[in-house]
């Protein structure tokens, strides 16, 4: 058990997300204190700095998470620059309570091996699960009934599709849809609601599917985990005993630091 209060970091490739964590105790999956989100692209350390100050005791532990190589180098530079005391441990497959069903887990992003780790204490016994993960690119990963991590599907993002329609077309604008929250009408009447509905349905319509195609072949049906830009109402819409979990990812990191 680590005996410091413990910062997770998952460094996605649009978002920065870190939650600090005081007490690991326990069984259920360890909610954050505390969190703050970063432009991925291009961190705000100043922000960082801020709610350090205001939130996070002298000492900390950091537990780091990250699909984004470059921004991991300047964060943990700021972090020897900034708070040379607080240990750093930057997480590889290796280091996860995780039985990863795979020839190479270590090319596997280490946010889709965290999010299994957590739905694994989230999950009934002898139940299989699956998880979906709305971020720069949207996951739908398979967890056997073991708990072991079986693979699954990766395919753009809603923001990534977005800003591909603007940059392939001459007239389509580009449109903020990082985040999925309420379902907007399936019949466009103008080309920006159009749009709006043609991202959203599609990346709905692609998660039932995969989540459909993925339990073809259980004994058990799985129970299906929604994270990243997405909230309960689209959690709804994929199944009606889909969970939505904010910190799913935050949730991993913390439970391998209490299990290390």
Known sequence: MISLPLIAVDIGN??????????????????????????????????????????????VHWWIGSVNRPVTTR????LRDHRPADPVTLLGAGDLPLDVRLGRPDMVGIDRLLAAVA?????AADTPAMVAD???????????????????????????????MHEFTDLLP????????????????????????????????AIRELCAQLSKDLDRKPEVYLT????????????????HVPHLTLGGIALTARRS
């Not at 964060?75 to 700021?78: A, H, R």
């Not at 609601?193 to 709905?204: H, K, Q, T, Y």
């Not at 990243?228 to 969970?243: E, F, K, M, S, Y």
Request: hydrophobic share 50%; proline share 7%.
């Open 14 to 59: 649009a978002r920065i997300k870190l939650g600090l964590f005081r007490g690991l105790s326990g069984e259920g999956l360890p909610e954050p204190e505390a969190v703050l989100a970063l432009d991925g692209q291009r961190p705000e350390w100043g922000r960082l700095a801020a709610w350090l100050k205001d939130t996070v005791p002298a000492q």
């Open 75 to 78: 964060m943990l530079d700021w």
């Open 119 to 123: 739905a694994n204490q989230l999950r």
């Open 134 to 164: 709305l971020g720069s690119a949207i996951t739908v990963d398979l967890i056997s009934s073991a708990g072991a991590f079986l693979g699954g599907s990766i395919l753009p993002g809603i923001g990534m599709s977005a800003r591909a």
């Open 174 to 205: 580009l449109l903020d849809m990082t985040e999925l929250t309420d379902p907007p009408p399936a019949l466009g009447t103008s080309t920006v609601e159009a749009m709006r509905s043609g991202l959203f349905w599609l990346a709905v319509g």
């Open 228 to 243: 990243g830009g997405a909230g309960p109402a689209v959690a709804a819409l994929i199944g009606p005993a889909t969970r």
